[in-house]
């Protein structure tokens, strides 16, 4: 069952990602060749605490950190880690933010120092892909329509798209209906209508789109050892609109 929610709840989950977004954009300022991803989640989960909210991935079913660092080959889900990034590495940090029981989620992939042209247009296309879903998900259309936005986009552009993680809704819990893949055709999936809060996610590979998954059952990473990166925002469909949430 979907959830819609009130005007007043999304305002609530806004303020949650406005939390967010500024983690996000503090943590652009300090990826650097050298620091860890250990280090990225402590300074993320003090500023997420600062701003009276908790980090909500924290004990999410075992998980045992605030953030998901995922680094060149890692999909997502990543363990952050105390071995330094080098230079030319790509990273991408997933956090969502609980406000006073409201959450927010997102995700954003950094180049670490000066990057390949080859990362770089992977991040490019990546992000672009992710607003070419945000374009289509309007009061109307269907879940479809965006996952075929995304896949058009990204496939066109040399990139395959993951399948085995997909955005979701998400309001008082993490996961909520709907399921919003990536991939699919066009004109298909739930109608998209007002109240409704949710994520896209896309996860573009280098090569293959098929996954795999490590001893510590997280981290997913692409089975050909190419490179993945991610950007994620939380939207809501409100009568003035679709808003982004996890933006400043």
Not at 8 to 27: D, N, S, V
Request: glycine share 10%; hydrophobic share 35%.
């Amino acid at each position: 069952m979907i959830i819609i929610k009130t005007m007043e709840e999304i305002e609530k989950m806004r303020a949650a990602g406005k939390i967010l977004a500024e983690c996000h954009r503090q943590i652009a300022q300090i990826i650097k060749p050298g620091i860890t991803t250990w280090e990225i989640d402590e300074f993320a989960e003090k500023f997420i605490l600062s701003q009276g909210a908790t980090p909500e991935q924290k004990g999410y079913h075992g998980y045992p950190y605030a953030t998901c660092a995922s680094v060149n080959d890692v999909i997502c889900h990543g363990f952050p880690r105390k071995e330094p990034l080098k230079e030319g590495d790509i990273v991408t940090i997933d956090m969502v933010v609980n406000l006073n029981g409201w959450l927010a989620d997102s995700a954003w992939s950094y180049g670490v120092g000066t990057i390949s042209d080859e990362a770089q247009k992977l991040l490019d296309t990546t992000k672009e892909s992710l607003f070419r879903g945000i374009e289509q998900a309007v009061a109307g259309n269907r879940i479809g329509d965006v996952a075929h936005a995304i896949q058009t986009f990204a496939e066109s552009s040399g990139y395959s798209v993951v399948r085995d993680f997909i955005g979701h809704g998400i309001g008082s819990d993490m996961h909520e209906a709907p399921e919003v893949p990536h991939y699919g055709p066009a004109g298909k999936g739930p109608r998209l209508k007002e109240g409704m809060v949710f994520t896209i996610e896309p996860m573009l590979n280098t090569g293959s789109y098929r996954t795999k998954v490590d001893a510590d059952g997280w981290t997913a990473r692409t089975i050909d050892g190419g490179l993945s990166a991610q950007y994620e925002h939380t939207l809501a469909i409100t009568p003035q609109g679709t808003i982004i949430l996890t933006e400043l």
